[in-house]
């Protein structure tokens, strides 16, 4: 099975290329601009480096979220598209599921976190066996201390803090009891890692027309909406 792995739901667009278990090559991009043009045209370029054939992929996997609004549809309506042409699966991988499988031999709780355009973050906690003990939320970073405080503060080990939220944090979270920061690459989105997860489920399963993106909180332009609705009702 060849896996193309999606991650476009941070500043960050990547994309990599996995073969039976094998990485076989990786990119990542700037995506604050022409997130679109800039995905294909890497998806070309990665292609051509590795020497693989567009008809070769056999699956695509794509990152869901929590994540930018418009990277989240970027990334999904692609892998989509290039699905339905190629005859493939698709499946979806959510970005907490994949920064935590970068640090799962850690013996404590970890907090995948992921950065928000609004002053707040996007989090996950998973327990010391990998089972998630707090789903995708958004919160303020102060509030944040307190959660980990209440539900995983007994257990041991301090929490280790992973994702992208955590490199742009950094010292905020440094401030945080009984934590740790995980550091370098893990805090990045590895479109390889989207790849070598969505490889690992069954190959019957196809979620073409069924997979959604995972805000885990209502899109700007909805709440702006909503906050315009209230304010003419109350004039």
Same mark, same amino acid.
């Given at each position: 099975m060849t896996t193309l792995g999606i991650d476009t739901s941070t500043r960050y667009g990547t994309i990599g290329l996995i073969a039976n278990g094998n990485l076989q090559g990786e990119? #990542?991009?700037? +995506?604050?601009?022409?997130q679109s043009e800039k995905l294909l045209a890497t998806l070309d370029t990665l292609l051509h480096e590795v020497e693989v054939q567009l008809d070769e992929?056999?699956?695509?996997?794509?990152? @869901? &979220?929590?994540?930018?609004? #418009?990277?989240l549809r970027i990334g999904i309506s692609?892998?989509?598209? %290039? +699905? *339905?042409? %190629?005859?493939v699966t698709v499946v979806g991988i959510t970005l907490t599921e994949a920064y935590y499988s970068r640090v799962k031999g850690y013996s404590g709780p970890v907090c995948t976190i992921i950065s928000d355009r609004r002053n707040l973050v996007y989090y996950a %906690?998973?327990?010391?066996?990998?089972?998630? @003990?707090?789903?995708?939320e958004s919160t303020s970073i102060a509030n944040l201390e307190g959660i980990l405080e209440d539900n995983a503060g007994d257990r041991g080990h301090p929490v280790l803090l992973v994702g992208d939220g955590v490199? *742009?944090?950094?010292?905020?979270? &440094?401030?945080?009891?009984n934590s740790i920061l995980a550091e370098g690459r893990l805090n990045y989105p590895s479109g390889a890692q989207i790849g070598f997860l969505g490889e690992k489920i069954d190959e019957g399963v196809d979620q073409i027309t069924s997979i959604e993106p995972l805000y885990a909180q209502r899109p700007i332009a909805e709440l702006n909406w909503v906050k315009k609705q209230k304010g003419d009702n109350n004039g």
């Open positions: 990119f #990542t991009f700037n +995506a604050r601009e022409s992929i056999s699956r695509i996997a794509v990152s @869901i &979220g929590p994540g930018s609004f #418009t990277g692609t892998a989509q598209g %290039l +699905a *339905h042409g %190629l005859g %906690l998973f327990d010391e066996d990998g089972e998630k @003990i707090r789903g995708e490199a *742009h944090n950094s010292g905020e979270f &440094g401030q945080f009891d």
